[in-house]
């Protein structure tokens, strides 16, 4: 990746425009009898045509043998060392539902649990309480708990899943888990990693003692565990680095903060992929970068479903032709990470990345593939190379030196 | 390759096991007519048919254009960034003759010279002796040279070459050599390149001193340079960063060496490839990652044979039935690094990398080379990331961020 000073240095302001398609989960293993993996199982008449036309390569989110989760992975393919700037649970879920995370924040990860008359954790799910539980008992917490100097948001994910935010004046997230990760024991006091931490940690503690006793009438919730306390990331923006005005288009809550954090407006309310396609016409005119987040690949091959998978790329591939008909300078498309049906789960596995502009190698051979792109002329690179890849072909990099 | 602190972190301890199979000095290049590699050359039914189920890469040792020894070579496979962790020729040379070099100990090669009356040196390497006469010169100052508070060792590696270790508490090895590298001046006072080596260089000079003395008599061998002061390098072991239990299979004691600075368990004594697959065998149960080494095709290229490298890699083929009858979760063939016939010395090239688990995409072509690893699946990578890579297929590693 280029140096974040020499990014400043050298990117242009320019009319070209940039668009990322960024199927979750892209990569795959063969996952069937036919040694195929999803994405080679897919009809995909128009990314197979365009990959002709186009340089393929074969992408590392961060490095060789790392999974990421997906703010790494995302971050990565923003353009950021996303092994320095980790983003920490808390604020990614509070990012997750959809709050507006400030510099002055500090969130963490809250999960309802029970506890026995010893105050000893005998469930750290408390039994995996249904939402609209933790709705009535985050609100519960949002009247009845009180503390010096900090506002609280206190926010439902789902099932036994919330969020608290302290929002207040020089909070600092060096600080424990009261989650002890297991059962047997009781909830930890939070500790201060930092001696800037004590007044967080104090803070951090009282909440967990007032939100015990609001919660000691209820059954099988009536305990809180904290884990992952985060604040803001505060990395720099795109506008800072690239000059871009960038557009976000995301269904899902975690994906849209992942692209504010980063300085990208968040375009619209989407709740289909067609209609993600739908506000990236829409909104055509008004940005230079687009970046567009198809989630149902990475839910298919976490559920271990190849087909179910090999049908969203379809879907995806049938709405391709509505962002080729835009004609952007450059068009990536590429995922954030591999979630192989086989697996289950993210993997470490490279994927591929499409990269389309006037001024590639193009392949010259129709198939968007792993193994096609495991013979790309990009060759292998790192998605923290790719939004730099994407500027020069864009044209919006000035030469390095004389 | 993954930061060591997030290896720590990710890293869990699970009953997969992964085997390293290690050809020393794999690589090659064309060596006749045909324009064959040696592993070209050789016929290998069963590199071939694995590698038709494997992903095959081609690895850099370090970094492009590095020719590296043994001993970077090995770190670098074992996953250490082996530019800033070098073993110091001392140390090598300690492990190389099979000394356990502890954490407190000073190694210095020693050579054998020859010096005039006027103590300008004549030959660097005393005329190059027999090892037998090394060997009595070796003898005579382990009985009458003596250091205060220091207890020393002096150990033989072959004609003029010897190793000697220094014992004690507060040994530095920031020394200047006493060999100047060339003849017709007298050897350096070894200098303390911090203050802190004052003590360990003004022992190393009396030891010269005494030296000097004893071998006063002797002649061509009359004198001794100290070059390549170091300590033992101290590196986080496998069982820190990786969670495995190690074992390492070798013939020659610098492998055996090697492997133990790592914290491998060095398995048995074997004396032939053939041996060393019997103690993998015999040792399967006991550990969930293996490095067995083969040292021979290493021997053949320096030599300039092509045709025994062929037939040391045609033993090694015939014998890999045996390590995959014992179903390894992961499974790598490769080199520390290439040993060109043509050359007859280390090289710079990267060499071919076999990777074998159920989590990879198959080449499904048989055949493995330098060629046919070039066009592989895992692309160019370098060795420190092979173990991250090995850890990744064995699902030993947990995802990174949220």
Redesign the interface.
Known sequence: MIPNHIRRELSVKTPSKIVFLILDGLGG??AGAD?Q?ELERARTPNLDALAAKSALG?STP???????????AHLALFGYD??EH??G?GA??ALGVGFDLGPQDLAARMNFCTVDQAGIITDRRAGRIPTVLNERLCARLRAEVQLPGVELHILTEEQYRAVVVFQGPGLDDRLSDSDPQHTGVPPQAIAALDPAAARSADLANQFVTQAQRVLASEHPANMVLLR?FATHPSLPTFADLYKLTPGAIAVYPMYKGLARIVGMRVLGAAHSVAEEFDLLQEHWARHDFFYLHVKPTDSAGEDGDPARKAAVIEEFDALLPLALALQPEVLVVTGDHST?S??K??????LPLLLRSAYVLPEGRAGFS??AA??GSL??LQHADVLDLAMAHALKYDKFGA
């Not at 961060?62 to 790494?72: A, D, H, I, Q």
Request: net charge positive; proline share 15%; charged share 15%.
């Open positions: 293993l063969p040694g993996t074969l961060l490095v060789p043998g790392l999974t990421p989760g997906s703010g790494p996303a092994l980790n983003i649970r990614l879920s992952g192989p086989r697996l789960s993210h993997s470490w596995h490279p792993e193994r495991a013979r060759g292998h």
